[in-house]
């Protein structure tokens, strides 16, 4: 479990803080009131994050800050000090924020960064910078923001590494940049990814305004000009990856099953008819099976529709991780799913779909009761249809049909 440590010599705002933090994220938290007892803790644990007031009984000059972070302890530094050239200081530091106490609000505040920090550590960030000094610069306050981090010196040697990690979600490029400059990055970049799957952030020093709307055009989300601050830049980087996330939460609301989190019909339609679309001329095999579960309504009239629901999330359970990344899950609606097995022979597709039908057949779903529920699957299962899509869930509908009149928990195969 995440740890964090506060230090705030306000016994009152320290324990509201705790208290909310705790409440909202369900991290262990420890209050020091002084710099010697915040040294305390830090011999005793590492933290996720620590929340540090600069004026303390001990250490009423900041001090706190430098000795924590001598610790490769994060930091985000809390004060009432409004100077500007106190915070400025403050932030040339290597901190994540600094956070001005003046309210509920400002909680609220924190409550979020941390949010953000825990969801950056999933995020992988690529800085493209032919200045070494700025990559270096870009790449600190990044790693400062718990993103994964690389970086390169141009173009073409982004691409590789987009190549090596296509699970990167954010570049970063600089526009002078020789080999290949940061536009014809940009649109090397959009001719695979769109924006839906990974941000653009352009960064230059040219104060020519039309290669600024070049770079939005070519399809770069944001645009940042050098000089930038350090807020500046965690500002615009956290709000384009939480505009990423933000869209894909709307797009697996759109294509996914509300109870199991499978693709649904529409997905699976689309998705197939792109798939046939792409394996036209290289004739690639593939398989669609049609599932669904025998006796449902026994079940759900039995235990209840709650069970009902367990058992549906239970085998699609088992359809994920049974099959590989490539293949196609779905669920039709019901107790009926579709499971496409992609690039695929017919010998092994019988396997996969007889293990399947094995491995429902030996599992045990509880009800709330804690009653012991077994159940089995009928599955039937076209090979390679040439007579198109529609045609193929036909074919494979009729053979799940075939599989129920000949007695249920088997699959059939034309």
């Not at 690529?126 to 270096?136: A, G, N, Q, W």
């Amino acid at each position: 479990m995440n740890r964090i440590l506060i230090v705030e010599d306000n016994k009152t705002l320290a324990k509201l803080i705790a208290k909310k933090i705790e409440k909202a994220l369900g991290y262990e938290v420890d209050i020091a009131y002084k710099l010697s007892e915040a040294k305390l803790f830090l011999k005793k644990y590492n933290y996720f994050i620590t929340l540090l007031d600069i004026n303390l009984p001990d250490a009423p000059n900041g001090e706190v800050v430098d000795y924590v972070l001598s610790k490769n302890q994060p930091v985000i530094v809390l004060s009432a000090n409004i100077d500007k050239n106190f915070r400025k200081q403050m932030l040339q530091k290597n901190i994540i924020d600094y956070v001005n106490k003046s309210g509920v609000d400002d909680i609220k505040y924190i409550i979020q960064i941390i949010q953000r920090l825990e969801k950056n550590q999933k995020h992988k960030v690529l800085v493209v910078d032919d200045s070494m000094i700025f990559r270096k610069q870009m790449s600190g306050f990044l790693e400062n923001l718990f993103y994964q981090v690389y970086s390169v010196a141009h173009g073409e040697e982004a691409l590789g590494m987009l190549q090596t990690h296509p699970d990167i979600t954010l570049v970063i490029t600089d526009y002078n940049m020789p080999v290949m400059n940061g536009l014809e990055l940009v649109r090397e970049i959009r001719k695979e990814r769109n924006k839906n799957d990974l941000c653009i952030i352009a960064i230059s020093s040219n104060d020519d305004e039309e290669i600024n709307a070049l770079f939005l055009k070519q399809g770069a989300n944001d645009y940042i000009n050098k000089p930038f601050s350090k807020e500046e830049f965690s500002c615009r980087v956290n709000n384009s990856i939480e505009a990423l996330e933000n869209l894909h939460i709307i797009t697996n609301h759109a294509n996914r099953d509300f109870l199991t989190g499978l693709y649904n019909r529409r997905y699976f339609f689309d998705n197939m008819g792109e798939y046939l679309e792409e394996i036209e001329l290289s004739g690639e095999q593939f398989a669609i099976g049609m599932i669904d579960i025998d006796f449902f309504k026994k079940v759900n009239d039995t235990y209840g529709h709650d069970t009902g629901d367990k058992v549906i999330v239970h085998l699609s359970e088992i359809l994920r991780a049974s099959t590989n990344r490539t293949d196609l899950v779905s669920r039709f609606g019901g107790e009926e799913f579709c499971l496409v097995l992609k690039n695929i022979n017919k010998v092994s597709a019988v396997d996969i779909f007889e293990r399947l039908r094995a491995e429902v057949e030996s599992t045990i779903v509880y009800s709330d009761k804690k009653e012991a529920i077994k159940f089995t699957i009928s599955i039937g299962v076209t090979l390679n249809s040439e007579d198109g899509l529609e045609e193929s869930i036909n074919q494979a509908d009729m053979m799940l049909y075939n599989a129920k009149q000949n007695g249920r928990n088997q699959v059939v195969i034309n």
